[in-house]
């Protein structure tokens, strides 16, 4: 782990989370999901997030995952405050720099596993015939490349959430961000796309954003924090 | 800028949503394509009804009307402009002829009024002929047939107007026409005198001479006592007068034969001369019967143009060249009394040959017995006077533009076209017609209306359904625009879908109305020759001409257009609301916990 550790280190600074709160009206009611959170995330981490449900685990991922922006405070990711950027900057990075992986895996119902990885290179200009052969590629890498035209109704959990994988990883992105990716999953699934997600960051194609309360999961990654009541409760490198 | 692939998989795997949504749609259009349909079919039963009239080709009829009180809102209104008629008392005459001193065509704004009573004065005037005068008729208990002619509310007017109205730019011809109703009048001619005998009597008149004089009485006095035998009263009474005299009495002979002259004779007895007096009886008792039709005078040589032509004659012939005592003969008026062609009518001691049986154009004036102009105008005493222009325009899009021509050139004209007669189409056709119009555009709008709604509504239920999955791609990297776009996309696609059903549909509303769709009946009832003004007279038995007509249901290549086009439309707005809903979707809604 030292290994990984001293590459990270040296790596450029990927995020910088400056005094980042987030507020939300939940009804007449304002909940303050993050009461500032400082954070540096470097290029290649493995960066797992714990703490309970509540915590505020989730909406600091949106913020990370460019889904959404701070209501005060500062995101910057690769230099670029995301707080200020507008919605067609925030498309961009979201198609084509952070890969985003949910708990309920969130694949479109209509569409076959192929297909699901394809629509995330819609917006980009790629031919039909790439977006399909890259969609065959990565859902081969995953350990599909026979499922390609099941619907996910016809998958299994396990099967779903590489689909899901694929799709991120269908615009080469520098980061995965994945809520409760495991979350949903038996133990024998859960390890095996842990793994599969593990192995990506190990190789060195991506940084690892990984919410989760699954202490295996936790267990993989390179540093720890952990949230309660949207604060970094505790911050550990693991050495 | 789609994903199609995305687009197809999406409308066919929520095929129940794709499938109401387009049924919503192809109901509507459907249901609106039927409307049209009915519609469209009522106007061109409309304009089957109206056909005759563009055989014939008269596009434009010019007739001379008793201007209404309030003419103002009538484009045809003869008060438009007053003329030069205004200055003609005669039997409606001098209506827009130059030539029958009018000379000033152009008058104040104040004989507007006088127009409308000179109109009318003239009409009643016309009119009053009828009232026949029986001593012409023959001596008491001769039986009596009579024809009389008379316009009606249609007042003539010379037939030079016929060469102002072919002078106008666009009108192709021109043709005269005298449109009149004939009143029959039969019966035996009533005793119209009676005679009195008076005189005879023996009267005793009573008279009163001037009292004598101072030198009378003296004279009086002086002749009684020479003839001794009366002592006059004493000098001094003259006051007492002449009443103190004996009236009578041989007595007194002396005394009286003493009376000046007048005092001698002053009683008498007269008898009256005996006298007959011829009385006019007022008025006649008369067992005369009267019976109305119309009667219409053609030019023989106008055979393909005109209130009747030469296509209309169904039994007989048109006229020959020796047309003055030929007659046609409506077919209702002739089935109505039996008139047959070749048979020989008495019409006010002339005898007139039924020469054939026509059957007039529904619009139009339709007219009972057709005679030749001519004889019609020496029989009505209405020489060298028509009462209607019938026009041929040149190009059947200037119809309009020709009427305004001919009303300017003619002010007091009334010029109707084919179509403001299309306006006067009466009965379950034109009951409908307007049902269609009103009613079946509001409903249209309706029920168009109801579909979008519609689906609108099952838009946004699956945009609220589909809350994850658009904020999914949101968070996978398509923007607003493209996730609206994608929406939309789908509801064109529902919107095709409901226009190819909603054709079959259409098509199927409109097969259902042509087989089970009532038969209408449209009225027409031309000028009106007989109308009110002139309340001697019923409606004439032919001027109103029914016919029966099969509703339909008529599409037509835009009616298919408008129904597509409405659910596309129908599509495009759904996916308006729908790509709204979803536009103000978060990327972070992705997340959210559906449950």
Redesign the interface.
């Given at each position: 782990m030292n290994e990984t550790t001293a590459k990270t280190e040296g790596a450029a600074l990927l995020y910088e989370l400056h005094g980042v709160e987030r507020r939300y009206l939940k009804g007449a009611a304002e909940v303050m999901a993050l009461r500032g959170i400082d954070l540096d995330i470097r290029a290649g981490e493995l960066l797992s997030i714990e703490g309970p449900s509540g915590s505020g685990k989730s909406t600091l991922l949106q913020l990370l995952g460019a889904l959404d922006t701070p209501t005060a405070g500062t995101v910057h990711f690769e230099g670029q405050d995301l707080s200020r950027a507008g919605e067609k900057t925030l498309t961009e990075i979201r198609s084509e720099r952070i890969g985003f992986i949910f708990q309920q895996f969130n694949l479109i119902p209509t569409l076959s596993a192929a297909d699901n990885v394809a629509i995330a290179m819609a917006p980009r200009h790629v031919s039909k015939s790439t977006q399909r052969e890259r969609a065959a590629d990565l859902l081969s890498r995953v350990g599909l490349g026979e499922r390609l035209d099941h619907l996910p109704s016809r998958l299994s959990g396990g099967e779903q959430q590489r689909v899901a994988i694929a799709r991120a990883l269908a615009n080469h992105p520098e980061v995965i961000v994945a809520d409760e990716p495991t979350g949903n999953l038996d133990t024998k699934n859960a390890a095996g796309v842990m793994d599969l997600l593990v192995g990506l960051q190990s190789a060195g194609d991506v940084t690892l954003i990984i919410a989760t309360h699954d202490p295996e999961v936790a267990r993989h990654a390179s540093r720890q924090i952990r949230m309660r009541d949207g604060r970094i409760a505790k911050h550990a490198t693991v050495a | 800028m789609i994903?199609v692939?995305?687009l197809g998989?999406?409308l066919?795997?929520?095929w129940s949503r794709t499938l109401v949504t387009a049924l919503g749609l192809a109901a509507g259009v459907g249901l609106v394509m039927g409307i049209m349909g009915v519609s469209n079919g009522l106007t061109a039963a409309q304009n089957q009804a109206l056909s005759p009239l563009s055989t014939v080709g008269t596009d434009v009829i010019v007739t001379r009307t008793v201007a209404p009180a309030s003419a103002s809102s009538s484009t045809a209104s003869p008060s438009a402009s007053p003329s030069a008629s205004t200055r003609q008392p005669q039997g409606g005459g001098g209506f827009f002829g130059p030539g029958a001193g009018g000379s000033s065509r152009g008058g104040a704004a104040n004989q507007i009024n006088d127009l409308n009573a000179t109109d009318q004065a003239a009409l009643l005037n016309a009119n009053s002929s009828i009232l026949t005068d029986l001593s012409k008729l023959g001596p008491a208990g001769t039986a009596f047939t009579h024809d009389f002619f008379v316009p009606g509310t249609l007042i003539t007017f010379p037939d030079a107007a016929v060469q102002d109205v072919a002078k106008v730019e666009g009108v192709q011809s021109a043709v005269p026409g005298l449109s009149l109703q004939a009143l029959r009048e039969s019966g035996t001619v009533p005793a119209l005198t009676d005679t009195v005998t008076t005189g005879g009597q023996t009267l005793t008149a009573v008279a009163r001479p001037a009292p004598l004089t101072d030198a009378e009485q003296a004279q009086v006095r002086a002749c009684i006592q020479a003839s001794g035998e009366f002592t006059p009263p004493a000098p001094g009474s003259g006051t007492r007068g002449s009443g103190g005299f004996p009236r009578t009495g041989g007595a007194n002979s002396a005394f009286t034969k003493c009376l000046p002259e007048r005092y001698q004779q002053y009683e008498a007895q007269v008898v009256v001369p005996e006298q007959t007096i011829t009385r006019i009886l007022n008025p006649p008792q008369t067992d005369t019967q009267s019976k109305t039709y119309t009667v219409a005078g053609v030019n023989p040589s106008d055979k393909t143009t005109g209130l009747i032509t030469v296509d209309q004659v169904v039994s007989g012939s048109w006229f020959t060249s020796k047309p003055a005592n030929e007659i046609l003969v409506n077919t209702a008026y002739a089935s109505t009394n039996g008139i047959k062609a070749g048979q020989t009518l008495a019409i006010n001691g002339s005898n007139y040959t039924v020469v054939g049986l026509v059957t007039p154009t529904l619009t139009g004036n339709i007219s009972d017995i057709y005679f030749d102009l001519n004889t019609l105008q020496a029989v009505s005493t209405n020489a060298n006077r028509v009462n209607e222009v019938l026009v041929k325009v040149t190009k059947s899009s200037n119809v309009d533009a020709v009427a305004a021509a001919i009303q300017k050139q003619l002010p007091g004209a009334q010029v109707l076209t084919a179509k403001s007669l299309a306006n006067q189409v009466t009965g379950s056709l034109a009951n409908a017609q307007s049902l269609a119009n009103t009613l079946g555009g509001a409903l249209a709008i309706i029920i168009l209306l109801a579909a979008f709604l519609i689906a609108a509504l099952l838009t946004m239920s699956s945009v609220a359904k589909r809350v994850?999955?658009i904020?999914?791609?949101?968070?996978?990297?398509?923007?607003?625009g493209?996730v609206v776009r994608q929406i939309m996309a789908e509801t064109v696609g529902i919107g095709i879908i409901g226009a190819v059903v909603g054709v079959v549909v259409g098509l199927g509303v409109c097969g259902a109305v042509d087989a089970f769709g009532p038969t209408l009946n449209a009225t027409t009832s031309g000028l009106n020759v007989g109308a009110s003004t002139v309340n001697l007279f019923h409606q004439s038995s032919a001027a109103s001409v029914s016919q029966n007509i099969h509703m339909q249901a008529l599409l037509n290549p835009q009616i298919v257009l408008i129904g597509i086009a409405a659910a596309l439309v129908g599509g495009v707005i759904a996916g308006t609301f729908g790509g709204w809903r979803a536009s103000r979707l978060?990327?972070?809604s992705?997340?959210r916990?559906l449950g």
């Amino acid at each position: 782990m030292n290994e990984t550790t001293a590459k990270t280190e040296g790596a450029a600074l990927l995020y910088e989370l400056h005094g980042v709160e987030r507020r939300y009206l939940k009804g007449a009611a304002e909940v303050m999901a993050l009461r500032g959170i400082d954070l540096d995330i470097r290029a290649g981490e493995l960066l797992s997030i714990e703490g309970p449900s509540g915590s505020g685990k989730s909406t600091l991922l949106q913020l990370l995952g460019a889904l959404d922006t701070p209501t005060a405070g500062t995101v910057h990711f690769e230099g670029q405050d995301l707080s200020r950027a507008g919605e067609k900057t925030l498309t961009e990075i979201r198609s084509e720099r952070i890969g985003f992986i949910f708990q309920q895996f969130n694949l479109i119902p209509t569409l076959s596993a192929a297909d699901n990885v394809a629509i995330a290179m819609a917006p980009r200009h790629v031919s039909k015939s790439t977006q399909r052969e890259r969609a065959a590629d990565l859902l081969s890498r995953v350990g599909l490349g026979e499922r390609l035209d099941h619907l996910p109704s016809r998958l299994s959990g396990g099967e779903q959430q590489r689909v899901a994988i694929a799709r991120a990883l269908a615009n080469h992105p520098e980061v995965i961000v994945a809520d409760e990716p495991t979350g949903n999953l038996d133990t024998k699934n859960a390890a095996g796309v842990m793994d599969l997600l593990v192995g990506l960051q190990s190789a060195g194609d991506v940084t690892l954003i990984i919410a989760t309360h699954d202490p295996e999961v936790a267990r993989h990654a390179s540093r720890q924090i952990r949230m309660r009541d949207g604060r970094i409760a505790k911050h550990a490198t693991v050495a | 800028m789609i994903s199609v692939g995305y687009l197809g998989k999406e409308l066919r795997r929520r095929w129940s949503r794709t499938l109401v949504t387009a049924l919503g749609l192809a109901a509507g259009v459907g249901l609106v394509m039927g409307i049209m349909g009915v519609s469209n079919g009522l106007t061109a039963a409309q304009n089957q009804a109206l056909s005759p009239l563009s055989t014939v080709g008269t596009d434009v009829i010019v007739t001379r009307t008793v201007a209404p009180a309030s003419a103002s809102s009538s484009t045809a209104s003869p008060s438009a402009s007053p003329s030069a008629s205004t200055r003609q008392p005669q039997g409606g005459g001098g209506f827009f002829g130059p030539g029958a001193g009018g000379s000033s065509r152009g008058g104040a704004a104040n004989q507007i009024n006088d127009l409308n009573a000179t109109d009318q004065a003239a009409l009643l005037n016309a009119n009053s002929s009828i009232l026949t005068d029986l001593s012409k008729l023959g001596p008491a208990g001769t039986a009596f047939t009579h024809d009389f002619f008379v316009p009606g509310t249609l007042i003539t007017f010379p037939d030079a107007a016929v060469q102002d109205v072919a002078k106008v730019e666009g009108v192709q011809s021109a043709v005269p026409g005298l449109s009149l109703q004939a009143l029959r009048e039969s019966g035996t001619v009533p005793a119209l005198t009676d005679t009195v005998t008076t005189g005879g009597q023996t009267l005793t008149a009573v008279a009163r001479p001037a009292p004598l004089t101072d030198a009378e009485q003296a004279q009086v006095r002086a002749c009684i006592q020479a003839s001794g035998e009366f002592t006059p009263p004493a000098p001094g009474s003259g006051t007492r007068g002449s009443g103190g005299f004996p009236r009578t009495g041989g007595a007194n002979s002396a005394f009286t034969k003493c009376l000046p002259e007048r005092y001698q004779q002053y009683e008498a007895q007269v008898v009256v001369p005996e006298q007959t007096i011829t009385r006019i009886l007022n008025p006649p008792q008369t067992d005369t019967q009267s019976k109305t039709y119309t009667v219409a005078g053609v030019n023989p040589s106008d055979k393909t143009t005109g209130l009747i032509t030469v296509d209309q004659v169904v039994s007989g012939s048109w006229f020959t060249s020796k047309p003055a005592n030929e007659i046609l003969v409506n077919t209702a008026y002739a089935s109505t009394n039996g008139i047959k062609a070749g048979q020989t009518l008495a019409i006010n001691g002339s005898n007139y040959t039924v020469v054939g049986l026509v059957t007039p154009t529904l619009t139009g004036n339709i007219s009972d017995i057709y005679f030749d102009l001519n004889t019609l105008q020496a029989v009505s005493t209405n020489a060298n006077r028509v009462n209607e222009v019938l026009v041929k325009v040149t190009k059947s899009s200037n119809v309009d533009a020709v009427a305004a021509a001919i009303q300017k050139q003619l002010p007091g004209a009334q010029v109707l076209t084919a179509k403001s007669l299309a306006n006067q189409v009466t009965g379950s056709l034109a009951n409908a017609q307007s049902l269609a119009n009103t009613l079946g555009g509001a409903l249209a709008i309706i029920i168009l209306l109801a579909a979008f709604l519609i689906a609108a509504l099952l838009t946004m239920s699956s945009v609220a359904k589909r809350v994850r999955e658009i904020g999914t791609l949101r968070a996978i990297g398509w923007s607003r625009g493209r996730v609206v776009r994608q929406i939309m996309a789908e509801t064109v696609g529902i919107g095709i879908i409901g226009a190819v059903v909603g054709v079959v549909v259409g098509l199927g509303v409109c097969g259902a109305v042509d087989a089970f769709g009532p038969t209408l009946n449209a009225t027409t009832s031309g000028l009106n020759v007989g109308a009110s003004t002139v309340n001697l007279f019923h409606q004439s038995s032919a001027a109103s001409v029914s016919q029966n007509i099969h509703m339909q249901a008529l599409l037509n290549p835009q009616i298919v257009l408008i129904g597509i086009a409405a659910a596309l439309v129908g599509g495009v707005i759904a996916g308006t609301f729908g790509g709204w809903r979803a536009s103000r979707l978060a990327p972070a809604s992705a997340l959210r916990d559906l449950g």
